[in-house]
C-alpha cells in the first residue's frame, strides 16, 4: 500500500507563494506520474499539474505562469511551487501517483486558502 504525506500548504495573502511537497512510501523505484490536484467548495477535482519520471510536466491553464512542478526522482518527492497566489486558487490540493501497474493513489488533501 503507497501512502502519500502532503506538507505546506497553509494561509496566505493574495500574490503570496506557497510550496507544497509530498512523498511516497514506501521507496518505489519508478512512479511514472506524480502530480497534483485541487478541489475548491462545491466543484470537481481538477488537475494542477503533472511531471513524468522523464521530467515532462502537463499544467493546467491557470497554472502557467504562476505554478512550477518538479520531482526528486530519489526521493519519492513531488513539489509544487505556486506564485501569485489569487483568491480562487483556494482549494484542497491533493497529491497523486500513477504507478507502472496504472494503480493510482491519493493523499489525504492540504488546504491552501487565499484571502486578504
Known amino acids: 500500500q503507497v501512502q502519500l504525506v502532503e506538507s505546506g500548504g497553509g494561509s496566505v495573502h493574495p500574490g503570496g507563494s506557497l510550496r507544497l511537497s509530498c512523498t511516497a512510501s514506501?521507496?518505489?523505484?519508478?512512479?511514472?506520474?506524480m502530480g497534483w490536484y485541487r478541489q475548491s467548495p462545491g466543484k470537481q477535482r481538477e488537475l494542477v499539474a503533472t511531471?513524468?519520471?522523464?521530467?515532462?510536466?502537463n499544467l493546467a491553464d491557470f497554472a502557467k505562469g504562476r505554478f512550477t512542478i518538479s520531482r526528486d526522482k530519489g526521493a519519492n518527492t513531488v513539489v509544487l511551487h505556486m506564485d501569485s497566489l489569487k483568491p480562487e486558487d483556494t482549494a484542497v490540493y491533493y497529491c497523486?501517483?500513477?504507478?507502472?501497474?496504472?494503480?493510482?493513489?491519493w493523499g489525504k488533501g492540504t488546504l491552501v486558502t487565499v484571502s486578504s
Open positions: 511531471i513524468t519520471n522523464e521530467g515532462r510536466t
Open positions: 497523486n501517483v500513477v504507478l507502472i501497474s496504472d494503480a493510482m493513489y
Open positions: 514506501p521507496y518505489i523505484f519508478s512512479i511514472p506520474t
